[in-house]
Nanobody, 124 residues
Framework: QLQLVESGGGLVQPGGSLRLSCAAS????????IGWFRQAPGKEREGVSC????????NYADSVKGRFTISRDNAKNTVYLQMNSLKPEDTAIYYC?????????????????WGQGTQVTVSS
């Protein structure tokens, strides 16, 4: 089973920043493109960003473009999501998952292997 563990969420004021981490357990992240998803209360899960194996290609949802940055450190078996200029509408549970492919954040499909996620709350 491809198990990932998300961390780094929390409560932050609008305009603030957080860095989420996605760590792999029992397998190498190097073998997979990785995506970040989020699910707000009462809404469907949506793609936020993805990064290919080598880290040379990334893609972002329009709603986060210019504010979020995805990166990976294959030596640490970890993928990150740096979130700046956070808005209340970014409030959600954030999940990472291994992908079949990373072409666009809107269309990325994940293997059915979901962790617990990490809660991000943006509020004053």
């Amino acid at each position: 089973q491809l198990q990932l563990v998300e961390s780094g969420g929390g409560l932050v004021q609008p305009g603030g920043s957080l860095r989420l981490s996605c760590a792999a357990s029992g397998f190498s992240l190097n073998d997979y493109a990785i995506g970040w998803f989020r699910q707000a209360p009462g809404k469907e899960r949506e793609g936020v960003s993805c990064i290919r194996n080598s880290g040379g290609f990334t893609n972002y949802a329009d709603s986060v473009k210019g504010r979020f940055t995805i990166s990976r450190d294959n030596a640490k078996n970890t993928v990150y999501l740096q979130m700046n200029s956070l808005k209340p509408e970014d409030t959600a549970i954030y999940y990472c998952a291994p992908l079949f492919s990373c072409v666009t954040a809107a269309t990325m499909r994940a293997f059915d292997s979901w962790g617990q996620g990490t809660q991000v709350t943006v509020s004053s």
